[in-house]
């Protein structure tokens, strides 16, 4: 059964929008309605995406924007850099685009972040629109505003909280979505059992397998009940002072093997998968949750095709990542452990105790 | 008379804050007060602020925060840059700095440009002060979160809206200016009579010579009357998006001057300066003003050590350069013109006009 198109509003006062959810949302006149009328479109893609959906996408934007520009990056967090964020302004600059020119990310959690920063900057900011096309990006990048470039020290250190004016995630873009980038968005999906909604999380249990077949059913609930789980945190603390951490579970650890490994070599969505096994073993030695629920969502990571055993880094080199992470303060590494199913709170914990933890879960 | 210390409060919900205006604020620990605690905090300035003020800066910030880094960037508009800016992140993230380590910018319009920039950018946004050195920055860059970097194809066009905490416009520091930054600093001061204020001008007509001759009373007045009408400007429109684009009077004509020259060239007030005269002379051709105005506001120009003719770059080009302005809109060039003394709107005007008015006032 197709779906009918769904819609999670964002509550941010003057700087509110939409996801709307559904499948053939690429083709459809009414995915732009309401946008503001601007003479230039710039769309923001990547080699792969661009063959699959960037003619699609220009035909749906010269409806409405003429001329409508297109970009591709290079492909990968290891491109989510300077270089990249100033060939679009120098496209902009060349094209003299002025601030409202509207900027359209079609694409994963990396060209969405990387378009968001540039519309956020250009000009001290243009209105952007995000048209995510991976699963990762459908239920995680695409909301609560976050926008960054890395730093050869550290991912996501530039950046920006910038809200996008809508976000049209068309389900049938998952149709030719990578196995693995599938599962990585599954990671994020599955997250948000444990920080927020049990009962989510046994629905995820149930409907995996329709989630790994890609029924469109399944998988626009999903997107949905994400949408409204970090909807719902975002609304009560758009710029992470306190409660919105806890969207990070997993993230500690996960950033430490992305950035251990070199950025690129695992998915974002693998590593939190790894990241979130560690954390809820962490979870756990601080008393906080069962073998039991730990086993559980470890089984559950593990059949989403994650990853549950974390590179051969050493102890050290993991902690010394964690402690340039954002969420540290004065060097005392903070993580998000599970209090009780569908409860998250930040903790420190003991040097001696992470290092059990990366021990028991590394090759 | 040594005047007591001012204070102008910037109404923008919550990032609200206030300018603090006198002498000895550097000297004293009350400058500092409910600023929130942090152990780090990071100074940036450039070398010749940081050999008249980093010592007494560094005492002033050990009362509350440890430790105090400090980074000089290199001087002038042509290092308000990416590069520039890249060294500030090193040096953050080389320390170890998180998203808790307040930002101060010590200096003039470019330092409180590129610092507060890169505290909208570190960790996605840091908490940042502004201490203005210079006239100019007192009166117009610490006023209003207009942060940016120049691209080689246009002046601030990298950048973000972001407020500072406090502004603290120690009026002593304005002794060791040189006299151009000085007349350069009162182009901005004079901008605030035709666009909002018809009796500021004559009191700048009255009192320009105390100006010039530093007296401590008439710039504090100068400077708190500038902040006033500028956060009252603000106040009604944060992003730019109507009313706030008329405190860039001069400032179309005055961005062609020195992107035409190369920036650093002429200071950036010494081009405002010469904007306003072409300025007012297109008000006058589009029937707004009478010439006895244009050559009163003229004349107060001149008095002010300013240049009143612009380089000699062509009008093609300088029409070429205002046609990237970031108030351009589908390429046609919006300038801020004076309806009436003290009122300001924004018009577009033909071609053939800008190009009289251009041969008028160039070499």
Not at 127 to 142: E, G, K, M, R
Not at 170 to 199: C, F, H, M, N, Q
Request: proline residues 4%.
């Amino acid at each position: 059964m197709v779906p009918k198109t769904e819609c999670v509003g964002i509550e941010l006062s003057d700087r509110s929008y939409d996801i709307v959810i559904g499948t053939g949302l690429l083709d459809d006149g009414a995915s732009l309605d309401k946008l503001p009328a601007a003479t230039t479109a710039l769309v923001v893609t990547n080699p792969a995406v661009s063959k699959l959906y960037a003619a699609r996408t220009l035909a749906l934007l010269q409806r409405k924007y003429r001329p409508v520009l297109l970009i591709e990056l290079p492909d990968g967090e290891a491109y989510k850099d300077w270089t990249s964020l100033n060939l679009i302004f120098d496209r902009l600059l060349g094209a003299g685009c002025d601030r409202k020119t509207l900027i359209f990310a079609l694409g994963g959690g990396v060209v969405g972040d990387i378009a968001g920063f540039s519309a956020a900057c250009y000009m001290r900011g243009v209105p952007f629109v995000q048209i995510p096309t991976t699963l990762l990006a459908q239920v995680d990048s695409s909301v609560g505003g976050k926008t960054a470039i890395n730093h050869p020290m550290g991912k996501n250190m530039i950046g920006a909280f910038y809200q996008p004016l809508r976000v049209i995630a068309d389900l049938d873009t998952l149709d030719t979505l990578p196995e693995r980038e599938l599962s990585a968005g599954l990671a994020e999906v599955i997250k948000y059992g444990p920080i927020a909604d049990d009962a989510f999380l046994h629905w995820i249990e149930a409907n995996l397998d329709a989630l790994l077949a890609r029924d469109k059913a399944a998988l626009a609930y999903a997107v949905k009940r994400s949408c409204e789980i970090k909807a719902w945190v975002v609304g009560q603390d758009e710029r992470e002072t306190g409660l919105r951490a806890i969207l990070n579970f997993g993230h500690t650890f996960g950033h430490a093997i992305e950035a251990g490994l070199g950025y690129g070599e695992w998915l974002h969505g693998e590593a939190v998968g790894c990241g979130m096994v560690m954390a809820i073993d962490l979870s756990q030695r601080l008393g906080f949750v069962d073998a039991a629920y730990a086993e559980r969502l470890t089984r559950l990571i593990e059949r989403a095709r994650l990853p549950i055993r974390g590179p051969a880094l050493g102890a050290e080199r993991y902690l010394e990542l964690m402690r340039v992470d954002k969420k540290s303060e004065a060097g005392e590494i903070r993580f998000v452990v599970i209090e009780a199913p569908g409860r998250a709170v930040m903790r420190p914990a003991p040097d001696a105790m992470v290092r059990d933890v990366i021990a028991a879960h590394t090759a």
